[in-house]
């Protein structure tokens, strides 16, 4: 595959097959990519939580918030859940900000994911953020600031051209496909 093959296929699953196991090495390749990743005055500030073990991502399942846009769906019921999580933690006592740091390590990871035949979803949504903090025993340096859900995925994410009224939202039809539109290139480039 082409790099524009790996970000085409890079969608946002949030149902996966939860028996297909991923073990801990292939999260350590996965953030040896984030390591190598652009940071912002190369201060390096992230940490990465690993999980794969299925006493573990039952803990930390509860605390995600799964589909803002898909009001009627609680997230993925049991058999559909992640196989792994890699929580991405700003450490405070390197910066305070961390600026876009995490998000290019989240792509980073998740085009790798995309290698390996995996895909995932960046949650920024965690509630209760301190009980996860405390149930994962961090020290309070270390702060939440994406949980990435990996797995092999059990749906299909389609993408469309953005609709004639412009409505961004996400959406799944009758069959569980899952609908993103986005805009055209038109729309995004301003100037020659």
């Known amino acids: 595959m082409n790099i524009r093959e790996y970000v085409l296929k890079n969608r946002s699953y949030r149902r996966f097959y939860q028996d297909h196991t991923i073990e801990r090495a292939a999260l350590i390749e996965l953030v040896d990519l984030a390591r190598h990743s652009a940071s912002a005055a ?12 299925p006493e573990m991502n039952r803990m930390i399942f509860p605390h995600l918030g799964w589909a803002g846009y898909l009001t009627d769906w609680p997230g993925p019921e049991e058999g559909e859940r992640p196989s792994a999580y890699i929580i991405i933690l700003g450490d405070t006592h390197l910066k305070q900000s961390f600026g876009c740091d995490h998000g290019i390590a989240a792509q980073s990871i998740l085009l790798g994911a995309v290698e390996k035949g995996l895909g995932g979803c960046m949650i920024a949504t965690v509630e209760r ?37 412009g409505d961004i939202k996400y959406w799944r039809d009758n069959d569980g496909i899952h609908h993103v539109p986005k805009r055209s290139l038109d729309e995004l480039i301003v100037g020659d």
């Open 42 to 53: 190369n201060v390096q500030p992230l940490k990465f939580f690993l999980s794969h073990t």
């Open 129 to 165: 953020r301190e009980a996860l903090t405390e149930a994962l025993g961090l020290p309070d340096h270390l702060i939440i600031l994406l949980v990435l859900a990996l797995g092999k995925p059990k749906e299909t994410v389609v993408i469309e051209p953005l609709r004639p009224d």
